[in-house]
């Protein structure tokens, strides 16, 4: 009974160890350089992250299985939308193939730009560990916000992260 007991303490403060240092490796990012990568979108265009400097980008992983993702992509919709001029908006598909993209694309009635992470490269670069994964990359090109999940409110958050992110780039210029 005690050997349990002392088990059971020790597995706890190396859970919470390893959780305290995961996100403190999580919330490190921000500030940092984002990982450049250079991806085909799903309409057969090239996109370099470290070209679309000077406007913010909201980078969204998602993939279509994804139950939480597709409540996001709406939202996604509408900033690609609304934040046309002002910033990036890349919803970046997560190892699927092009077609079944391309079909829930259609028929949700998407227009936002779709990088294609075929292998998972770039969501590994960013530290993708559920998806969907978030993350508002400033105009110099730094990672200024991220977010991982999808619940109520966190479309506001969103938005209010990424105003931030181009009124910082607007003050700049």
Not at 7 to 24: C, D, K, M
Not at 78 to 102: F, G, M, P, S, W
Not at 103 to 128: C, E, H, I, L, W
Request: with cysteine; aromatic share 8%.
């Amino acid at each position: 009974m005690k050997k349990q007991r002392l088990t059971i303490v020790a597995l706890s403060v190396v859970l919470a160890v390893g959780a305290y240092a995961f996100l403190q490796q999580q919330a490190s990012r921000v500030g940092s350089p984002a990982p450049n990568f250079e991806l085909t979108t799903l309409d057969g265009k090239t996109i370099k992250l470290s070209e679309l400097r000077g406007k913010p980008i909201l980078l969204d992983f998602w993939a279509t299985w994804c139950g939480p993702c597709r409540r996001a992509l709406p939202h996604t919709q509408e900033l690609a939308q609304k934040y046309a001029k002002e910033a990036h908006i890349l919803a970046v598909n997560l190892r699927e193939d092009a077609e079944t993209v391309r079909d829930f694309m259609q028929k949700g009635n998407y227009s936002f730009t779709v990088p294609m992470d075929t292998d998972g490269s770039v969501a590994r670069a960013f530290g993708v560990r559920g998806i969907p994964h978030f993350v508002v990359v400033d105009a110099r090109g730094r990672i200024a916000f991220e977010q991982v999940g999808y619940g109520p409110g966190v479309e506001k958050t969103l938005e209010r992260e990424l105003k931030k992110a181009i009124e910082s780039a607007s003050s700049a210029r």
